[in-house]
């Protein structure tokens, strides 16, 4: 008879898990060279941040054999309580954490510091699981949705307030899964709406149109809120005429609006747009009060809403922002560069990781890192040690480790027989693939600096055990679907 044990290991993606254990190896040599001091290679000294490292590598592989040994079932009974827990535990950080470079999320034990945020993460995607996987849940009802939201928002919030947005934002990846799940498709393009009305609006809100006194930022942004409108007329209703009265009509009025300010008087075409707007959102209430169909109503207050959403982020962005906060933006749009100050790391990273060419620098010997001249480089940019020592073949390697990753575990999650299993992979395929794409466009210089850890790279113990027990769960799960007795 195969004992229960036995199934486990023999049911356990090894692919995974192997690829797991290259990462850990590939990160901690990593943090060897990010944190190498000259003549100083006793890697595993307790008191270098590599033996700290090595130290944090061993638990980590202690506690993923521990979360494979315990029953698949647990995690599905106490997903509400472990919750709850790591709530309870965020809230109490905000209030007794010491101010650690201006934030309050590090709990010092002793000699060890613990930020509770990382592990918030899989406390979250256990409770999602959990929620979605009732019976009586559908995506359709707004009840289920709304406590969606707080399930997600709620550690958003709490982690706001102890001054880590950059932690707070990975909790947005959820809305990946959430999608993958059934959510409508217009929230997830009302999101990236967002977050080109946010660029381009701020990009561009200096730059004027030719001679005229119209802000391309401010002016392209409600093109776009037009143009969207009449084509989900077209997506959700299939009807040719109020489309073309909406874009036809609207581009027409715009290119008269143009010619007479470029030609006889200069005046703002906003103005002219904020009329468009007002028709557009008052013919598409008359659409759907006549022929009865809610759709119409919908995009009309999806177009009022783009139209809010572009004067409030202007607003968000000057008023509520921090300065530094503003400025690292800026950088990363090409609005500034401001090499000694914001955009100081990024540029160094870069001339860290193009100085490693095509093969590198070899193990130790690159010059950028050894003498940090790159902040932070063993933590949120330490992608840059892989470029500088490995060059782009190593760094490729590196990616490419990833992309295996991310692809076994959407085919893990697609293969998932329980609601629970499926929903729990995503989100954790979600975090992952958050992490990947911000940490390493804000090496490269294509994404703000959040400081967010790159999974299993950075220097630390909280992240490196909150992503094991991300996987080692999930592994745990996915192994429990074929458990024989």
Known sequence: MVTRRDSIWKSLDWVTIVVYLLLIVFGWFSVCGASYDYGDRDFLDFSTRAGKQFVWI????GLGFVLLMLDDSLYDMFSYLIYIGLMLLLIVTIFIAPDTKGSRSWLILGPVSLQPAEFAKFATALALAKYMSAYSFTMKNWKSSLMLAFLILFPMLLIILQRETGSALVYSAFFLMLYREGMPGVVLFSGICAVAYFVVGIR???????DTPTPIGEFAVLLMVL???GGMVWVYKKRWEPTRN???GSLGLLLVAYLTSEYVVPFNLVWVQWGLCALVV????????????????????????????????????????????QIRIKVVLGMEEDL??????????????????????GFLNGTQTKLKYVPEQDTDFIFCTVGEEEGFV?????LLLFLILVLRLIAVAERQQSPFGRVYGYSVLSIFLFHLFI?????????????IPLPFFSYGGSSLWGFTILLFIFLRIDAGRNRRI
Do not use: W
């Open 227 to 229: 143009l969207f409108a």
């Open 58 to 61: 061993i638990c980590s592989f």
């Open 204 to 210: 561009f809100d200096a730059v004027m149109i030719a």
């Open 282 to 325: 008052g013919y598409l209430i008359f659409l759907s009060l006549s022929e009865r169909h809610l759709s119409y109503f919908l995009i009309g207050l999806f177009a009022l809403g783009s139209i809010g959403f572009l004067y409030s982020s202007d607003y968000f962005f000057n008023k509520v922002l921090e300065p530094h906060q």
């Open 439 to 451: 940490n390493i466009g804000m090496v490269l210089g294509l994404t703000p600096v959040i400081g």
């Open 394 to 398: 190593g760094s490729t390697a590196v």
């Open 246 to 248: 909406i874009i036809g």
């Open 340 to 361: 000694a100050g914001a955009g100081y790391n990024v540029n160094q990273s870069k001339i860290a990781i193009g100085s490693g060419g095509l093969t590198g620098k």
